[in-house]
């Protein structure tokens, strides 16, 4: 099963055991002076040993504090960094993956939060789109020198032990802004002409060949396309891809530039897969190995842009976040098991709005101390019962049972769920249903039993005498106090949803514009 998909692969002299790559994602688990930290060896170690075949640690800062990109990002602008480091390629490596560091530089994008009332520089005095700052062109000179932090970076990479390094030229940072015309009006040899665009990081993938060694793999995160009226088109990334084929690069991986954030940090509604037509378009112009990614969720799915030739690995991010063992449920055949990323993008509000650690609606132990994410057998196992079939309840079944436990679990509908069957019923939310999916398969592995349409009282409680009862029994809707609300023309929306009914001709007035309220009016629309 999934024969292409386990297959070896090679990036330069690299040789993956598979060809699954864990996606570079901010955790923001590092010290905040820019030091490996154990919860940032933890995460990246659980998913080496989850059967990735290469790991690309995330968003590493080659230059501080005009490179910093985040709240705890980790940095390897300095040799001092480099035992810690160490660490985390050693971890990996003992997980039995590959190591890569991304290489990265916001340029115009780092946020002011993190640069410590420095002006963020870029290669042209563009004023940046979110709120209009104008950025400190970088001279000719200061060109020449990040190039060369660029090439210092991977050598620390490369004595830290790690196997390879990626080159973060899309999202809008600093090597896209080089490469975008709308970003770099530059009168020199950097700017202008493709040619002159591509100098940038043609000379930072030539420099670490040269100084770090030709064996010494160079991916990039290459912009395909900027999704901006006037930026890069397919066509261009196509011409750069080519290029960098030319000046040593050792595989790409595509994605989106300047204007698509809202396209990469995808909500649930977009399908699997929308994005690897990038990959697809590059591979046509490459030789060299092009890497997928964009919402890869499930190992079919996976396999199937394999074998059709679209891409030669793929880069799991978010999937990987929700279930680190993805691969090795994958090769097992138990597609079942993997507890599949519904794209509800808790973790970019984590990251990207609060600068909070990373975290996860669907995994708990993500972003957490390793000590908390231990679950102990119980040295005495008890007898629980738990009433309500919701998340909540699916969930404390689960691990009460992974504790040991034996766990009863009594729902009063015929169905496991509770308000996510609800929550799944408007446009763009069936990917709710792949919670109570999981659940449905994982309790009775576990020897939950599962009793359903039986409604729980006290005295059904006292009856069966469990040693621990673990009440789930969900929220009430918030029902505010209006007169006439309690109408037969009034309906709450989850009644509506849950009933899925349906109206024709009619007209409604909807009291709450939050998310429910949003979700409600396009069912019915």
């Not at 386990?6 to 905040?32: D, Q, W």
């Not at 912009?223 to 690069?249: I, K, N, S």
């Not at 990469?264 to 990038?278: C, D, G, I, S, T």
């Not at 019962?385 to 689960?398: N, V």
Request: one cysteine or more; hydrophobic letters at 45%.
């Amino acid at each position: 099963m999934f024969q292409t998909l386990f297959e070896p692969g090679s990036i330069g002299k690299m040789t993956l055991k598979n060809r699954i790559i864990m996606a570079p994602i901010s955790t923001n688990l590092a010290g905040g002076d820019g030091t490996v930290s154990d919860e940032l060896i933890f995460h990246y170690a659980e998913r080496a040993r989850g059967g990735v075949g290469l790991i690309t640690v995330e968003n590493v800062c080659l230059a501080y504090p005009l490179a910093c990109h985040g709240a705890a990002q980790p940095r390897i602008d300095d040799d001092a960094f480099i035992p810690g480091l160490r660490r985390l390629a050693d971890a990996i490596h003992q997980g039995g993956a590959k190591a890569a560091a991304e290489l990265t530089h916001p340029g115009m994008s780092a946020g002011l939060r993190y640069i410590r009332g420095e002006t963020p520089v870029a290669p042209s005095a563009v004023p940046r789109p979110k709120d209009g700052l104008v950025p400190r062109a970088l001279s000719h000179t200061e060109v020449v020198e990040v190039v060369g932090q660029y090439v210092q970076a991977a050598r620390r990479a490369y004595e830290a032990g790690f196997d390879a390094v990626e080159l973060q030229a899309c999202h809008g940072l600093l090597i896209n802004q080089f490469l975008s015309p709308l970003t770099n009006k530059r009168q020199d040899e950097y700017g202008g002409s493709r040619e002159n665009r591509a100098r940038f990081l043609v000379e930072i993938v030539a420099g670490i060949k040269r100084h770090v060694g030709s064996d010494f793999p160079v991916m990039v995160r290459l912009v395909a396309e900027d999704m901006l009226e006037g930026g890069l088109t397919l066509e261009d990334g196509r011409w750069f891809a080519r290029r960098l084929e030319e000046a040593g690069a050792d595989a790409i991986h595509p994605d989106f530039g300047l204007g698509g954030k809202e396209k990469r940090l995808e909500p649930m509604p977009y399908p699997q897969a929308w994005r690897v037509y990038l990959a697809a378009e590059i591979k046509k112009a490459v030789s060299i190995p092009v890497i997928a990614v964009g919402v890869i969720r499930e190992p079919r799915v996976a396999e199937e842009i394999l074998e059709a030739g679209k891409a030669d690995f793929v880069a799991l991010g978010r999937a990987l976040i929700a279930d680190p063992d993805w691969p090795n449920k994958a090769r097992a055949g138990e597609e079942q098991a993997i507890r599949r990323c519904i794209g509800c993008n808790e973790c970019v509000m984590a990251r990207h709005v609060e600068d909070a650690p990373l975290r996860c609606s669907l995994n708990a132990t993500v972003g957490r101390k390793p000590e908390a994410c231990r679950l102990e057998r119980a040295k005495t196992p008890k007898r629980v019962l738990i009433i309500g079939g919701g998340p909540a309840g699916m969930e404390a079944a689960r691990v009460a049972a992974l504790r040991g436990h034996r766990v009863a679990l009594y729902e009063r509908e015929t169905h496991l769920g509770g308000m996510l069957n609800v929550a799944a019923v408007p446009p763009g939310k069936e990917k709710l249903n792949w919670i109570t999916e999981y659940f449905a398969h994982e309790l009775p592995r576990l020897g939950v039993e599962i009793h359903l349409g039986e409604a729980m009282d006290a005295e059904r409680v006292r009856a069966l005498n469990p040693d621990v009862v673990i009440v789930a029994t969900g929220s009430e809707p918030a029902i505010p106090d209006i007169p006439g609300v309690d109408g037969p023309n009034v309906l709450v929306a989850q009644e509506l949803l849950a009933r899925r009914m349906r109206f024709t001709g009619q007209r409604f007035a909807l009291v709450g514009g939050g998310m429910l309220g949003l979700e409600t009016a396009a069912y019915l629309a």
